[in-house]
């Protein structure tokens, strides 16, 4: 069966995402029964293209490193005037794929795409943290009026299957705090702090490695952070966070250098610690960095490598670290999002994992 | 919805899979939209009680303690003379719950019981590792060729959700290896030498807290671990293993306290370590002890919890610990199989977690 993406936001998560597609063809089709085509692309400068009888992804691959790629030969003939908003109101597909870049608030273009594509009844896959920790609910609703479903792995821990964990393999118990380092950028600056490093240097040096996300500050000053806390407090235990202006937040570039002693002195480690409790239906959330001693299951996560641990009423202490980003492993979100939608007869399955 | 369960062996896990049932009531008819209904319970020395109509859970457990606690007033109407076999075979019942305790090679009566079941169309759910170890690939089939399914999250690391992780969150990934701290109480005695108790000593607190297993040389030889590595390596690799004589399996009974000295002085610790790698299309798999740096994520697992770490081609190393054993840790897989057998409309709804 033919399944058409919409994709809109064409950077390193679409690219990922796009790569895995073709890389994973042949076991996409064997294992789930889904052949997946890309129909339209819509970026940010480099104009929109669409065919709803599918992009040669290959081709626009090749070509993405250029300066207005898809006004390239092999690719032009499929560019089109017509604007990205008005390609997800009326366009032939069966799935929005959302990765542009957040935006503070989470309104903006992203929003109304993707309410846009629930409104008419088409799934929604995402990486755009803003909707999810601003409109969760709304959304949601929107989606199950509308016998759509919208996924979104891919907003916090990357493809660190985070949420099909929690919401699939949890269902049945119910999760009462959380505490996550999630931030890649952060973990790697605050572990060359703590080796001596000055921070302006540290932060240079993540930059070098392209850990920072677009604005180093929504990294460093622990927004980005925040938002995948209001994520995790919405989605995990069911408590709405009002706004962000709720959250305690406090972020890493300006660190005591006399709080780094101590904690060397004491062997702990410093980590960027989003931390949520519900009480009473409300929750209370907070960012900041935090002393770990060497028995804590997050004291050792090299580099941008993310973990969670969530408390549950049943099973207590659960712990999951995973990659925290990168190209392919916040695209193989999106990929895993697209599978859960048609992975129904799937799951279970004897053939689940192919040697491939 | 009326569900009706056959639960077939009565110990701490089908104990603490009731006490769930009742406590989790409410939770489970608002967010799934079922009422479970215990209709048989099948022990191996108290007998069997059967009633299409329901049996009263709470007595039930209340006399739990009790010698012959099945022919007590209030429940002993119920007992019937009926076998276990024939019960499974021509029963009223939905899902079959089984949680017996393992027999060596998988065969026994388990085996049988959920060979009928499947043959049926009946879906099992089940914690035995026996059956699955040896016949899962045959299970499978026996489950898809009748329209049934066969889960059995609590096979290995009780109801830490691992098997949901990799099957549903991982399922566009291959997975080509893992490496397990699988049997609490081979953890917990290894914490203990390491802080220079005697192994006999050890191994008595760990029965002292009801850690050991059933017979405690299935734990301490590395066998109990033996049967989840060769789940693991079918369920998540493909890779069938022949035989458990297929395993190089060393237990912690003869450790050489030369190691444990030279581990301590490195500042290392020693885990039972499964390890499992997929090399074309076979599979290799170790049970023994293994000095870990501190650095390796399983490194610290406090006590009885279990751990591990999975080999992924898009995400690198995906780290999950968790519950290993207990009652309700156990139980909740259980639980959790149900819920996961009538979940589909549920899985990602906006009510997913309520605040119960």
Sequence with gaps: MKVKILLIGFGNVGKGFSSLLIEKKEMIRERFGIDPLIVGICTRSSGNIYDPSGIDLKRVLE?????????????????????????????????LAECTITEMGGKGSALSYI????????????????????????????????????????????????????????????????????????????????????????????????????????????????LKAMILSQVLMNSPVPDIGAIEIKGISDLDPACLNRAREKNERIRLIAKGERMNGDSRISVKPTPLSPDHPLYYLPGAVNGIVLSSDVLGSICLTGAGAGSRETGFALLQDLLSLWGDNFRFSSSAFSSK
Excluded: H, W
């Design 63 to 95: 070509l993405k490193g250029e300066n207005n790629f898809l006004s390239t030969p092999g690719i032009s003939d499929r560019l089109t005037s017509v604007s990205a908003d008005e390609i997800v109101n009326s366009g032939d597909f069966d799935v």
């Design 115 to 226: 309410r846009s594509a629930l409104t008419r009844g088409k799934s929604v896959i995402t990486t755009n943290k803003g909707p999810i920790a601003f409109f969760y609910k709304d959304l949601q609703l929107l989606a199950e009026t509308n016998g759509a479903r919208l996924l979104f792995e891919g907003t916090v821990m990357a493809g660190t299957p985070l949420f099909s964990t929690s919401l699939l393999g949890l269902s049945g118990s119910s999760i009462s705090g959380f505490e996550g380092v999630l931030n890649g950028t952060c973990n790697f600056i605050l572990d060359l702090l703590q080796n001596g490093e000055e921070f302006e240097k540290a932060l240079k040096q993540a930059q070098q490695r392209g850990y920072a996300e677009a604005d180093p500050s929504m990294d460093i000053e622990g927004i980005d952070t925040a």
